[in-house]
Each structure stands twice: as C-alpha cells, then as structure tokens.
C-alpha cells in the first residue's frame, strides 16, 4: 500500500467566535472560520485579497476554542483538508473544511477582569 499526506496548515485571524455544540453522541464539535491573507499582482498593481476557511475542531480542541478563542485572535492550525457537498434548491453546492489536529493561540492572552468589563 502507497502512503499518501494530506495535511494543511494555516496561519490567520479568527473570523467569529467559535461556535460550539455537543453532538447525539456526547462528542464536542466547534466550527471556526479563519482569514487568511495574500497578494495578488505585482508592482504597484499588487492588491490584498482575503481568502475564508471553515475549520472543524473536535473534543478537547473543540473546548480549548470555546473556553480561549475569539474572534480576531491570530492562530496557528494544522489539519486535514476534507472535501464535501451538499443540496440547496436542487443545486449541489461543493465546500471544502479543514479539520483540526493541532490549534495554537498566538495572540496575547487575555485578563479575565478586562473580559468581564463591558
């Protein structure tokens, strides 16, 4: 048997707080999406463009997100790119998410009081 890699790896901003649930199962999923930037172009003509990435983190990731991540908090993921789709009004719509091995914060850690001053 061949061996094969898929395996991605991001370095962005936090597009939205993580949004978290728990599934039928017990297990703790949280979706994410994340910012990347490049430029496009060259010369005076180079323009930046954003590009958006769904992330899927599970279990004790998925709770480091909730308890940690924020929206607009610079990281570090890696994962495995997975390929999908689904039906929307007869129409199969093609998506792509990361799912989540590794999460790192690289922003400074909050205070817990200046969270709680609103």
Not at 58 to 81: H, I, M, P, S, T
Not at 90 to 103: D, H
Request: proline share 3%; no cysteine; hydrophobic share 35%.
């Amino acid at each position: 048997m061949s061996r094969s890699v898929n395996k991605i790896i991001l370095v962005g901003h936090m597009g939205r707080d993580p949004e978290v649930r728990d599934t039928g199962t017990g297990k703790k999923v949280a979706n994410v999406s994340l910012a990347t930037n490049y430029r496009v172009g060259n010369g005076e003509g180079q323009e930046e463009r954003t590009a958006w990435h769904r992330l899927t983190l599970w279990n004790q990731l998925a709770q480091f997100a909730e308890e940690y991540v924020r929206k607009g908090d610079r990281v570090y993921v890696e994962g495995r790119l997975d390929y999908d789709s689904y039906e929307r009004d007869g129409v199969t719509i093609p998506t792509a998410e990361i799912t989540v091995r590794e999460l790192v914060l690289l922003s400074p850690r909050r205070e817990a009081a200046s969270e709680e001053v609103a």
